[in-house]
């Protein structure tokens, strides 16, 4: 029997409705009536739970819209049927966004009613047989996960796949686990992103080839599809695995641009020993972090290799020679050999994303030191943004440091070039000719270069060996020693000279770079006769 509701302000109608109706006979116990939408809601806040709600749209108090709203937040498996007179009709159409199951237009019949009751059980009748399909789903999915990582007798094991329905007709068996090639969440967004394409590749893997015979789909506890196969011996096991798995990583490509990786166990005798299968088929997985995206690993196919290191610091240095020698391909074939040399070795991930940190901060310390830090700031910002430990595959983390170089070559690149040279040669001619200008900045050459100030900053820096204002007071500071050795010009006036508006700062930068207070250099070039008599 299902339980209803029934929420209706007009007293003759409930009664009619409660009294002239023979709802035992329709699969549904008597309705609990209520007299407006705030009774009916209080009723289910108490515990009451109707499988069907049949409400009024006009009520005092709260109106039916009300009180759908309230059953779609509380108990949105409820179906909601609206009455309405026909003079309502528009004021009805609002309940279809609230996703009513149905409205009827007052006055209603009893045969009208009879017709939408056999509706309603017919409806609940078929999601109570999909509830019930979907739990015996969840049960059977459970025993699967237990076959493939718990230790379980054959008695229990043959029993339960009787239950099930199970049947591994052939001689061997063998488990291949399917994962998409995404990177490690980041936060609960890409980690609900990566759930709900798991589901995906589960059902499609269902889809596909759930209804093979000696083929099981199950959705493991961590979001891992896995296909369990059976066959007449080990070869044919391989085939099929290998076949599934490439069937269910194309067609998943191919209609949500995913890649997929797979990993083959080996062949096992009993069920019993299933789950030896299911962890060499895990391990093999976990390789696609050498072998790349979209691959299909088989256990019995993987060399391990251990106790073997790989010389990176030779390497590192290879890669910076070659970029300070800007020798474009000499930085791809060191890159191209570390790599090599990391995925030959099966070196850890781990510390493959560590030495992958560790060049990419080396190459942004030489590019700092060669085109000065602020030019640098722009490949340090890339770099912040890279998630170095979350990447699924060795391929992608040499595109990472690919690129981190590839933008540091065109760094160097640029402020070693010809034209660089040519707009340094211009700034240090305008720099001579208006060094005595006291408003003379960094703005002032940008704008008469027309460039930008960092990239006047970096190729300045890389050709001079000095920072703007360092090589402005160089420049000032000469003229000024010229100026008080063979003139007899004062303090103040050689500081207004060369472009000081303050004497004392003049004197202070003076002695910074000569040793001297102006007075003491003018003394000491007379005593060394340069003064002119």
Not at 14 to 34: N, Q, S, V, Y
Not at 182 to 197: F, K
Not at 280 to 286: D, E, S, V, Y
Not at 441 to 459: P, R, V, W
């Amino acid at each position: 029997m299902y339980r209803a509701m029934l929420a209706e302000d007009e007293p003759e109608v409930l009664d009619a409705i409660l009294e002239t109706i023979r709802w035992e006979e329709h699969g549904f116990e008597k309705p609990l009536g209520c007299r407006d939408g705030r009774q009916a809601i209080e009723e289910i806040e108490g515990g009451f739970r109707p499988d069907v709600l049949i409400t009024d749209i006009c009520m005092p108090f709260v109106d039916g819209l009300g009180v759908t709203q309230y059953i779609n937040e509380s108990l949105p498996d409820t179906i909601v049927i609206i009455l309405t007179g026909y003079e309502e009709f528009g004021y009805a159409q609002k309940a279809i966004k609230l996703q009513v199951y149905d409205y009827i237009l007052k006055p209603v019949t009893p045969d009208q009613i009879n017709a939408l009751l056999d509706r309603l059980r017919e409806e609940l009748d078929t999601r109570r047989l999909r509830d019930i399909e979907e739990s015996a789903e969840i049960v059977a999915d459970h025993f699967l996960n237990q076959l493939l990582t718990k230790q379980m007798s054959p008695d229990s094991i043959e029993e339960r796949c009787k239950l099930h329905k199970f049947t591994f007709p052939g001689e061997r068996h063998m488990v291949a686990v399917l994962d998409l090639d995404l990177p490690t969440p980041a936060d609960v967004e890409a980690t609900s992103y990566l759930e709900l394409m798991r589901y995906g590749v589960h059902n499609i893997a269902s889809e596909l080839v759930g209804n093979r015979e000696g083929v099981l789909v199950a959705h493991g506890r961590d979001g891992i599809t896995k296909l369990i196969v059976s066959a007449a011996d080990a070869d044919r096991c391989y085939a099929l695995c290998g076949e599934l798995a490439r069937l269910v990583a194309n067609t998943i490509h191919r209609y949500l641009s995913l890649s997929v990786s797979a990993g083959i166990g080996g062949p096992v005798r009993t069920l019993d020993n299933l789950r030896r299968s299911h962890s060499q088929a895990m391990t093999a997985l976990g390789y696609r972090f050498f072998y790349g995206e979209g691959s299909i690993i088989r256990e019995v196919d993987i060399g391990v290799r251990t106790g073997k290191e790989v010389d990176y610091a030779s390497r590192e240095h290879r890669i910076l020679d070659a970029l300070k020698a800007l020798d474009e391909a000499g930085v791809r074939e060191a890159l191209e050999d570390l790599f090599h040399q990391l995925a030959a070795n099966h070196i850890a991930f781990a510390r493959c994303s560590l030495y992958c940190q560790k060049l990419i901060l080396a190459v942004l310390g030489l590019t700092a030191d060669i085109v000065g830090i602020q030019e640098v700031e722009a490949l340090e910002k890339s770099w912040s943004q890279l998630d170095i430990y979350s990447v699924a595959t060795l391929g992608r983390l040499q595109e990472l440091a690919t690129e981190i170089c590839d933008k540091a070559f065109a760094l160097l690149e640029m402020v070693r070039s010809d034209s660089a040279s040519a707009q340094v040669q211009k700034a240090q001619q305008y720099i001579k000719e208006h060094y005595s200008d006291q408003k003379f900045s960094l703005n002032t050459i940008t704008e008469h270069l027309a460039i930008s100030t960092s990239y006047f900053s970096a190729i300045f820096k890389s050709h001079t060996g000095s920072t703007f204002v360092e090589y402005l007071t160089k420049v000032r500071m000469e003229k000024a020693k010229q100026i008080l050795a063979f003139t007899d010009r004062r303090t103040y006036e050689t500081a207004e000279d060369v472009g000081f508006s303050d004497p004392h700062y003049f004197s202070v930068a003076f002695k910074r770079v000569t040793g001297m207070t102006p007075k003491k250099y003018r003394e000491h070039c007379k005593r060394e006769g340069v003064l002119r008599e």
